[in-house]
């Protein structure tokens, strides 16, 4: 058994999902359960839907409207006049329904994150509803499973845990069974629901994660995520035209990489494949034929150089927490540690000295009372507007004289390093730079150590 994920721009149109259901169908033989996000962009337009609604309900209204046209206009492309009417009532019947939902967000005027998640189930149901039903009138005997009844997570809405206990035997009675009965299972990415069946999403870009899950919970051979590259390159190639696919990753790389800003995975899909060991393949639904990346936990292959990619992110907020006394202050890194987690803010990245701790944070929510407690046992400074780069790659391990020419790259560009930092497992270094120059630093050091005639 596969799971095939595929994610928006793989189901954003009526091109994109006959294809799906041709890459399905050559896979047929590995009896793959297929996992899909909701159409490219639809995830944003709900939630702009429920928000809208709070301050303008015609127009809130209208793009439910929207939503509509565009979901049916892909219906009409796909199916012959009676197959796809049944559809089309079901399509509306849902399109109504959140009609009814903007409605009642614009009376109360109030939208929970709770609400919210409910707003953006719409999206792969609409999708998983309308791709199973092509693939049965292609003659595939395709079944659609709810993934809120597998999926079963915390009521942490909008950012949802994953009950891992739960979710194993759940998904081989509703899932694995009807597969191995012979049915390709059509599921949605990305959504679950609380014991008491309360819709939930698992994060932003959550459908990689719901496949590993999946994945890991029916013991498959292989999770494939289906996207619009070719493969987890040495940098984001939206940003770096020059960017490299890679064949082959560990998984200690690919967590970094995505955890530091490569979009093309979920920073949390490895953590299911690494606990049963099942390789992760990112592929390009738009050319199929390419063989893509794929992540293992022991590459079998040697990477020809040290740098095997660089993922940096933005928005970064750095702050410096100076102890005049911590010579004399056992416990001072515990203490400061304890206020972060009481808080419950993690921390991204770390770099200590004698006298002081430097770390960032990816987001400022709730910092405005940490720093209050900070002052109270030091000095702090805080600096918004820096970027992170990971420089990630196995063999960095065994390549230290790396260092001076990272450094001198950056030099010789007038970028400065305001934070470094080399990972426990020294397959990555990061470091933090000045937001602005950001987009110089993702340049050269791509050119520098990711490009085979320089690195
Ligand atoms: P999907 O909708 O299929 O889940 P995403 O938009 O979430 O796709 O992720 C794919 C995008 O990730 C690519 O279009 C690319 O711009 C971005 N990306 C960022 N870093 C990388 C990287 N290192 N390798 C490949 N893609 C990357
Ligand atoms: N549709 C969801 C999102 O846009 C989940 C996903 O695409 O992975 O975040
Ligand atoms: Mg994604």
Redesign the pocket.
């Known amino acids: 058994m596969i799971v095939t994920k595929f994610?928006?721009t793989s189901v954003e149109n009526a091109a994109a999902m006959r294809n799906v259901c041709a890459i399905v169908r050559e896979r047929l033989s590995r009896q793959p359960v297929v996992v899909s996000?909701?159409c490219a962009g639809?995830?944003?337009a709900l939630l702009k839907v429920a928000k809208t609604a709070l301050v303008d309900a015609r127009q809130s209204l209208d793009l439910v409207e929207g939503l509509r046209r565009r979901h049916i206009g892909i219906i009409k492309e796909l199916f012959a006049e009676p197959a796809g009417q049944t559809l089309e009532v079901a399509v509306n019947a849902m399109m109504d329904e959140l009609r009814d939902l903007a409605k009642s967000i614009a009376i109360l005027g109030e939208l929970t994150n709770r609400s919210l998640d409910t707003f953006?189930s719409f999206?792969?149901r609409l999708a998983t509803l309308i791709l199973c039903e092509y693939m049965r009138t292609q003659g595939m005997n395709a079944v659609r499973v709810n993934a809120q009844e597998v999926i079963k997570t915390s009521d942490e809405f909008t950012r949802a845990t994953p009950l891992f206990d739960e979710i194993p035997p759940l998904a081989r009675k509703l899932i694995g069974e009807k597969v191995q009965s012979g049915h390709v299972v059509v599921t949605e990415?990305?959504l679950g629901s609380t014991r008491a069946g309360i819709p939930t999403?698992i994060?932003?870009?959550?459908?990689?994660?719901?496949a590993a899950i999946l994945g890991a919970a029916l013991d498959a051979e292989e999770i494939q995520i289906w996207t619009d590259v070719d493969g987890m390159m040495s940098s984001d190639p939206s940003i770096i035209p020059t960017a490299l696919p890679i064949p082959e990753m560990s998984f200690r790389e690919a967590a970094e990489l995505a955890y530091f800003g490569a979009k093309v995975l979920?920073p949390s899909t490895i953590i299911p494949a690494v606990k049963k060991n099942i390789p992760v393949r990112i592929l390009n639904s738009r050319r199929p034929h390419i063989p893509g990346t794929v992540i293992v936990g022991e590459p079998k292959h040697p990477y020809p150089r040290p740098v095997k990619a660089i993922a940096h992110k933005r928005n970064i907020t750095m702050v410096t927490i100076i102890s005049t006394r911590m010579l004399m202050m056992h416990g001072f890194l515990e203490r400061v540690f304890e206020i972060f987690a009481r808080h419950e803010r993690s921390v991204d990245v770390i770099a200590t000295s004698e006298v002081s701790i430097s770390l960032t944070l990816d987001s400022e929510e709730g910092l405005e009372v940490v720093l209050e407690e900070l002052r109270e046992v030091a000095e702090v400074e805080v600096q918004r507007n820096k970027a992170i780069f990971c420089i990630v790659g196995e063999n960095l391990r065994h390549s230290k004289g790396i260092f001076p020419s990272l450094f001198g790259t950056l030099e010789d560009h007038g970028i400065e390093v305001a934070m470094i930092s080399l990972g426990a497992s020294e397959i990555n270094v990061t470091i933090v730079v000045d937001g602005g120059q950001a987009d110089l630093a993702a340049a050269v050091l791509h050119k520098a150590f990711c490009e085979p005639e320089n690195a």
Not at 203 to 210: H, K, T, V
């Open positions: 994610g928006g996000s909701a639809v995830t944003n953006a999206g792969e990415g990305f999403t994060g932003r870009g959550g459908s990689d994660y719901s979920h």
